[in-house]
């Protein structure tokens, strides 16, 4: 039986025509036995091959003294051997034409040093014999759609697990097959199920991708504690967009300590985690944060009804549902939309009288005396124009009452062709044909209000942000070429002084102030005579980052003698609190004014490459913490979305009298920071524009200080 899918490269892995187990055990309860066991067990209709040398037959099978013996084929061998037997046995699978192979053994790098070269060794006996490898240390690749678990651990003692259009990968196999569990207890079925290990050749990148070319997945989800490849990850999420699927990521390791405990364990890096969601939304990307969030998502997604926007009604059986419901929904992002005079006079007829035809719809548990009433309130309110979703708040009808009402849902859902979500909490045993035909029509059911409205929204809002990205490039064009000239070039090492940083700020049409450097004592009123007072007075050295710290900035000096005071008195605190720092000499430059400050940055981050911020300035730089990410190059739109996303966004538009700002001067300033870090990602550390000071809506922003920093000389 050819069972194999077109699903790209990594197709004859997910779909194994025959599964070879290197190292395979007479015992069902040892690891080597396991897959073995339950690959018969569970009904794999393709060939199984025990392979040891020890045994004639394994568990009722033939067992291969070794795997080029095989005699028919095999797209996927099972390695269960001690750690320093399993290069060898790679090399071996590979010459007997098996594409592809999951290692299940540990003691690789995540044990130290003598487990990292033999990972290496495991990597070349790969790249050499030509086969492809998930792991090593993990717990296997299981296919539910074709029951074919090649895996150890609990997962292939459970039987009937549902089938459905979610496939999963994740870093932890413990964590990942009992998510999965838990989902499939919530009514959520899957597909694949990969656990990745320590990623030593396949990447997680990889499997997403081979998600996405299977025609049975809808929903690609990865569990990570940390990546090496952030922007192939994100490619990935616009690429989902495009064949209109979803990808979906839980992202673990985001304290400090967390992140101590993913590098241990894994051997990865973990950036850090406000990165990590900006890159997420940048592309379009969805993130939980909990497996009760990610089953309700997956309920919601794997159907074909999503919203078209963000107004949803409610109809519940109780008031105080209706109001809690709305609250989160409000909060949420989603209008609770104003149903139309006609929407109401018709629900006014159908209702009891102590019912409410306002939105929440407070429909009564009395119309399920009469389910045709039931029926007709449905209809009407999902006919409204202006419903783009509707939650049904059924708290815990039960038995018969539910079964009519789960009739009603599905067939008003089918003819509207809208979102409908539940709100409910009935006992299964007393409902079960009910959450049945729900699960069956895959509409989507949460225990309570609250849950209801938090994923309702989380869709609408992932709805409109896939819409919103669409035929966008996830990056503008980065093969423009570098701006660059004498002076400030990318072999420039160390932190440059504020003047070379400035100037290579205004290389990029980024604004900075007027300004001249005093490198003598004796300062003359010619050297001034191309600045409008009022100046200010800065030490300008590479090895004194805070300046005013050590009273080296002398403000708003409104003549040459005030100057010729500042220096020297510079000079002397230079002298006094940083005798070993380099003096470059004295920096000058206009006074300017703004009516807001921000914080622009931009640093290389191990995950996803060159980041670029920003921030509230001034106080709430520190206090506040008001600041958002975006992965570099980026375009206007997506630097407005940074301003957007700030907490203080209000006093862009002018508040208490003060004028607007203008957003287009920073928005400008981001993007030219953004193309800046990208030019120079091969050495950039890190870029500090601080303050940013920005004017009235048409008076420009302007770089106030900058401190850009390279890789120290090798």
């Known amino acids: 039986m050819n069972m194999r899918t077109e699903n790209g490269s990594l197709g004859r892995l997910l779909s194994p025509n025959g599964v070879a187990i290197i190292g395979a055990s007479d015992n069902p309860g040892r690891i080597g036995g396991q897959p073995v066991a339950f690959l018969s067990k569970q009904g794999y209709q393709g060939r199984i091959y025990p392979v040891n040398p020890k045994y004639q037959t394994v568990q009722g099978l033939p067992c291969f003294a070794r795997v ?21 046995a790679l090399r071996e699978a590979g010459a007997a034409g098996i594409p592809f192979a999951v290692v299940l053994s540990g003691g690789f790098r995540e044990s130290g040093e003598d487990g990292d070269r033999l990972q290496i060794e495991l990597v070349k006996a790969a790249r050499e ?3 492809r490898v998930i792991g090593p240390n993990c717990q296997g690749v299981v296919n539910l759609h074709d029951q074919m678990f090649a895996s150890f651990g609990a997962i292939n003692e459970e039987p009937n697990l549902r089938r459905g259009p979610v496939s999963m990968v994740f870093q932890s196999g413990g964590l990942g097959f009992s998510v999965l569990l838990l989902c499939e207890m919530l009514g959520i079925g899957f597909h694949h199920a990969i656990s990745i290990g320590n990623q030593a050749d396949i990447t997680t990148s990889e499997v997403l991708n081979g998600f996405l070319d299977d025609p049975d997945t809808k929903i690609a989800v990865a569990q990570i504690e940390g990546l090496s490849d952030g922007r192939d990850l994100m490619a990935i999420g616009r690429r989902a967009a495009e064949l209109g699927k979803h ?25 850090r985690y406000d990165i990590y969601r900006a890159a997420f939304r940048q592309a379009g990307i969805l993130e939980v944060t909990s497996v009760e969030e990610m089953a309700d998502l997956f309920a919601a997604l794997q159907g074909d009804r999503l919203p078209r926007g963000r107004g949803v009604a409610a109809m519940g059986i109780s008031g105080g549902a209706g109001i809690l419901f709305t609250d989160r ?20 007829e159908i209702l009891p009288s102590f019912g409410s035809a306002e939105n929440p719809v407070d429909i009564t548990a009395n119309v399920f005396n009469d389910i045709s009433q039931f029926d007709d309130a449905l209809n009407v309110v999902l006919a409204d124009p202006g419903v783009d979703q509707l939650a049904l708040l059924l708290a815990s009808l039960p038995g018969e009452r539910a079964r009519l009402a789960a009739e009603a849902i599905i067939k008003a859902a089918d003819r509207h062709d809208k979102p409908v979500m539940l709100a409910w909490s009935a006992r299964r045993e007393r409902a079960a044909e009910a959450y049945a035909m729900l699960e069956e029509a895959r509409i989507p059911i949460a225990p309570h209000p609250v849950r209801t409205a938090d994923c309702m929204a989380t869709v609408a809002r992932h709805v409109s942000r896939q819409a919103h990205l669409a035929g966008r490039p996830l990056f503008p064009d980065s093969a423009a070429p570098a701006v660059q000239s004498a002076g400030t070039e990318p072999r420039d090492h160390g932190t440059l002084d504020e003047r070379r940083s400035k100037e290579l700020m205004a290389r990029y049409g980024i604004p900075v102030p007027k300004e001249i450097v005093l490198t003598g004592e004796d300062v003359g009123n010619e050297a001034l ?7 200010v007075a800065k030490v300008l050295s590479a090895d004194i980052t805070h300046k005013s710290d050590i009273g080296g900035v002398k403000l708003n000096l409104q003549s040459a003698d005030e100057v010729r005071q500042a220096v020297v008195d510079i000079r002397k605190a230079v002298a006094e609190r940083c005798p070993d720092a380099q003096l470059e000499g004295i920096l000058v430059a206009e006074m300017v004014h703004g009516d807001a400050e921000l914080l622009v940055g931009a640093l290389n981050d191990p995950t996803f490459g060159p980041v670029v911020a920003v921030g509230m300035g001034g106080i709430f730089t520190e206090v506040l913490r008001d600041i958002t990410f975006r992965v570099a190059p980026f375009d206007a739109d997506t630097a407005r979305e940074m301003l957007e ?3 203080g966004y209000e006093i862009f538009h002018g508040v208490r009298g003060r004028p607007a700002l203008d957003v287009e001067a920073v928005v400008r300033i981001l993007v030219d920071v953004s193309r800046f870090a990208w030019d120079y990602r091969d050495t950039l550390v890190e870029l500090d524009l601080n303050p940013v000071l920005v004017g009235a809506r048409g008076q420009g922003a302007i770089a106030v200080d900058a401190v850009v920093g390279f890789q120290a000389e090798s």
Do not use: C, Y
Not at 249 to 270: D, F, M, P, Q, Y
Not at 329 to 348: N, P
């Open 529 to 535: 005579a191309d600045l409008r007072f009022p100046v």
């Open 329 to 348: 929904a409000v909060t949420g992002g989603l209008d609770m939309v104003e149903l139309s005079d006609q929407t109401r006079a018709r629900l006014t």
């Open 645 to 647: 996303e700030l907490r």
């Open 129 to 131: 014999s030509g086969i």
């Open 247 to 271: 990808l979906v990521i839980w992202k673990i390791g985001n304290t400090e300590a967390g992140a101590r405990a993913a590098s241990s364990h894994t051997a990865n890096l973990t950036g």
């Open 68 to 88: 080029g013996d095989i005699d028919g084929p095999a797209d996927l061998a099972v390695v269960a051997l001690p750690a320093h037997a399993v290069p060898q």
